[in-house]
């Protein structure tokens, strides 16, 4: 193993993609990238990776599945092959699980290493890429080599400058050109700005997210050049504003791939005025985004995505620390937006119906706000409880959708503690994150936790809510669930019966949830030996899907193999 290590913009990524193209030149059979910033994008590059050499596996639920089956796979190839393990920058988060433990290993693989933790040379050999040579540095700087001597000497020392660091000189490079600022005033330039940067953002280097090895002033040129790159930003100031807000609400969110559909879903609903930015009059205009994206990536600020559906990009992650820290006290206010901006998508969207890549990146979303508050509001969730939208529910439907179940429990029993102190226990909102923290139990097979919070919600809305109240039916399904695994069979039997008559009355007899319902029932027949009456509700439940979603959708075929059985 190889570990390339060195502050961000340093050039790690750059030199891991040559490495992979050297090796496919020489005849490795395969190189393979695994984002490495975190357990979960470890285990979704896997899945990625398992998606081209073993078709179907990506699909697996259980996340050591995956990283088994990958590692499987890759362990028995016999040609040689490389993986780069890319962005190793915080060794804590795989605490619970080493990193070794997601690698592949025979003698004919290669494993390389990128991180700006400075721990990282425990892996294996490593190669220190703290800064670029004099040559190297000012050849980037000036897109191609010095004319002359004197243009040398100048760039010389707007190299060390800027701690001789690759991304800092190239967008120091697109400043000196946009501007076109004599070569030989920067540095007298450059020490301007950085008084002004530095009074805005004093405390920036006590932030968790240090650029560890490196002294102070390599640090902060390197965020004193992204501050000049902000100010090429085209527009009247407020429309400079206005782009500088979405860049910081986008610094929030994961940095890897950002799409356009959660600004659109914002966009349509909030009235917020910087979201002009991205409307044309008042309906949304995707050709804005996409020249947005267009002027932030000339500037080397963001990664424009190629897509045909929608458009996407992602950020440094360095800038987006940079972007949050320079924020100070609104710090706060962007946590808040960006919970109301995933909120609204989630609100217009069923998660059964997304696609599995729009899940799995709402997902990283989710990840990345639990993570901004826990860092920034102190892991209280104090300002969120006193939103309008249900977030923090929202965001464990989502969890619990997708089978990550521990989140959304964390999440479900943060609600129900705040809620409660502040609404008390038999406020329906208190009464839906019981619920939501029952159906986790139930799905982690803690039947008896699960019937005590099921109990405790259907108690409440039958009292708040009524008794034939949707709300109130759907724990009554809820709690059959759990009578039926449990092996209760009649008790299931009689709650069934009950939503079932409720969700025909409010509902329909080919609602959804109805339908869910009768295949239930008809399962609990079945377990009773009670074959008929099981047949009777099965082709029922047949005939409500194949009209409501044709006859080859999952609900429908499920359906089919259980009235064969």
């Known amino acids: 193993m190889l570990v390339l290590q060195g502050m961000g913009g340093s050039g790690k ?49 259980n996340d050591n599945d995956v990283i088994s089956l990958a590692r499987n796979q890759i362990e028995r190839w016999t ?22 433990d997601y690698i592949p290993l025979n003698e004919a693989g290669r494993i390389l290493f990128t991180s700006r933790h400075r721990d990282s040379y425990r892996l294996g050999g490593c190669i220190s890429l703290s800064e670029m040579t004099e040559e190297e540095s000012v050849e980037l700087l000036l897109q191609g080599p010095a004319s002359t001597p004197k243009e040398n000497s100048e760039g010389v020392e707007v190299a060390a400058t800027l701690g001789y660091l690759a991304l800092a000189l190239d967008q120091a490079g697109a400043y000196i050109r946009s501007h076109g600022l004599p070569l030989n005033q920067f540095v007298t330039h450059y020490k301007r700005r950085k008084r002004v940067v530095l009074e805005e953002i004093p405390d920036e280097w006590e932030y968790r997210r240090s650029a560890g090895g490196s002294n102070t ?15 090429l930003i085209k527009g009247s100031l407020k429309e400079k504003e206005q782009k500088i807000h979405f860049l910081t609400l986008a610094a929030f969110l994961n940095p890897q791939h950002i799409s356009g559909r959660y600004f659109r879903a914002y966009s349509i609903t909030d009235s917020a005025e910087w979201l002009d930015l991205l409307r044309s009059g008042k309906r949304w205009d995707s050709d804005r985004l996409g020249d947005l994206l267009a002027e932030l990536g000339r500037l080397s600020l963001i990664q424009v995505h190629k897509s045909e559906n929608e458009h996407a ?45 729009v899940n799995q990146e709402t997902i990283r979303h989710v990840d990345a706000w639990v993570e901004a508050n826990e860092n920034i509001l102190q892991d209280s969730f104090e300002t969120v409880l006193t939103m309008p939208r249900k977030s923090i529910g929202l965001f464990a439907g989502l969890y619990l959708s997708q089978g990550r179940y521990e989140g959304a429990r964390q999440l479900y029993r943060r609600e129900l503690e705040g809620l409660e102190e502040k609404l008390g226990p038999k406020h329906p909102d208190t009464l839906s994150a019981a619920n939501g923290l029952a159906c986790v139990y139930s799905k982690q097979g803690s039947y008896e936790e699960a019937e005590q919070l099921y109990r405790r919600a259907l108690e409440g809305r039958e009292d708040k809510l009524g008794p034939k109240h949707l709300d109130t039916l759907g724990t009554v399904h809820n709690l059959a669930i759990v009578h039926w695994n449990q092996g209760r069979y009649e008790e299931a039997d009689q709650l069934y019966r009950r939503a079932l008559e409720g969700r025909e009355k409010e509902l329909g007899p080919k609602h959804p949830d109805t339908l869910r ?20 509700q099965y082709r029922r439940a047949l005939n409500g899907w194949e009209e409501k979603l044709g006859p080859k959708q999952p609900e429908t075929l499920k359906t089919v193999q259980n009235l064969a059985i």
Not at 221 to 226: A, D, G, L
């Open 13 to 61: 990524t750059q030199l891991a993609f040559q490495c992979c193209q050297k090796a496919k030149e020489i005849g490795f059979m395969a190189t393979l990238w695994v984002n490495a910033s975190s357990p979960s994008m470890v285990i979704q590059s896997y899945r990625s990776i398992l998606r081209l050499i073993s078709p179907g596996d990506e699909t697996v639920k």
């Open 217 to 231: 002033e390599q640090c902060l040129s390197v965020f004193t050049t992204w501050g000049m790159s902000l100010d």
């Open 517 to 536: 319902t009768i295949q239930n029932l008809a399962i609990v027949y079945w377990n009773q030996g009670r074959y008929k009456e099981a047949e009777q």
């Open 313 to 357: 990009f992602s950020i440094h992650p360095l800038i987006c620390d940079w972007m949050k820290l320079r924020k100070g006290a609104e710090v706060r206010l962007r946590i808040i937006e960006l919970t109301n901006m995933l909120a609204t998508f989630l609100e217009g969207h069923d998660f059964n119906d997304l696609p599995l890549e």
């Open 79 to 100: 040609g040689k092959w490389l993986i780069v393990f890319d962005n190793y920058d915080n060794p804590q988060a795989f605490a619970d699980q080493p990193i070794r």
